[in-house]
């Protein structure tokens, strides 16, 4: 795979994940808090316990919401650092502090 097949291929990665982070992680945890507390406790919303069932669901889905918008930004951020290391010249120096002459 050449260089610049690499960078388009990132470049659609990052893309299409910066737009569509925010839905799949709001989905991802709309269908998995209320499996887990069902999962650990196999209460209905239809016992006299369902508010305490549905606050948890808020919670859980709340904190699971949060890990994926933390991993995706993760996975953000790898690619655009891939992405500028192959853009960036090879030959570049490092960059340096100096110190002003009074």
């Keep these: 795979m050449s260089q610049s097949e690499q960078l388009e291929r990132l470049a659609r990665r990052i893309n299409w994940l910066d737009r569509w982070r925010?839905?799949?992680?709001?989905?991802?945890?709309?269908?998995v808090a209320p499996l887990i507390v069902w999962w650990v406790t196999g209460w209905t919303l239809w016992h006299w316990v369902g508010a305490y069932a549905l606050a948890a669901v808020c919670m859980?889905?709340?904190?699971?919401?949060?890990?994926?918008?933390?991993?995706?930004?993760?996975?953000?951020?790898?690619?655009?650092?891939?992405?500028?290391?192959?853009?960036?010249?090879?030959g570049l120096p490092r960059a340096r502090l100096l110190r002003r002459r009074k």
């Design 22 to 31: 925010r839905p799949i992680s709001v989905l991802f945890a709309t269908i």
């Design 60 to 90: 859980f889905g709340a904190v699971i919401w949060y890990a994926v918008e933390t991993a995706f930004g993760f996975w953000i951020a790898l690619w655009e650092t891939n992405y500028s290391q192959l853009t960036r010249p090879p």
